[in-house]
């Protein structure tokens, strides 16, 4: 099992940036696949981003694919989400979560239940 703590978020205005980071301790978050999850109220919590263990491979919900980019630095024990363009509809508690990364799996994990460990979230609330 590994901690999680999420940070980065804010208010901005619609167009703006932030940069969203997620520490892991515990273990080296190298044996850990990576996943960023937004939630609003009353609503499932969905699939924003996703990468694997080493950062060769990653996948974006179509809804902030060419806005969102997300990366990590393994030495660091650092993921992190840089979101440009922001706008109004991705005003959400954003969420990192962590699975064991498994030899020979070639895709990333984007259901909520992939996931085994998750951090507590951070606000981002974006004005239009």
């Known amino acids: 099992q590994v901690q999680l703590v999420e940070s980065g978020g804010g208010l901005v205005q619609a167009g703006a940036s932030l940069r969203l980071s997620c520490v892991v301790s515990g273990r080296a978050s190298s044996n850990y696949d990576m996943g960023w999850f937004r939630q609003t109220p009353g609503l499932e919590r969905d699939f924003v981003s996703a990468i694997n263990w080493s950062g060769s491979r990653t996948g974006y919900a179509d809804s902030v694919k060419g806005r969102f980019t997300i990366s990590r630095d393994n030495a660091k024990n650092t993921v992190y989400l840089q979101m440009n363009s922001l706008k109004s509809e991705d005003t959400a508690i954003y969420y990192c979560?962590?699975?064991?990364?498994?030899?020979?799996?070639?895709?990333?994990?984007?259901?909520?239940?992939?996931?085994?460990?998750w951090g507590q979230g951070t606000q981002v609330t974006v004005s239009s």
């Open positions: 979560a962590a699975r064991a990364a498994l030899a020979g799996r070639n895709y990333v994990l984007r259901w909520p239940e992939d996931y085994a460990d």
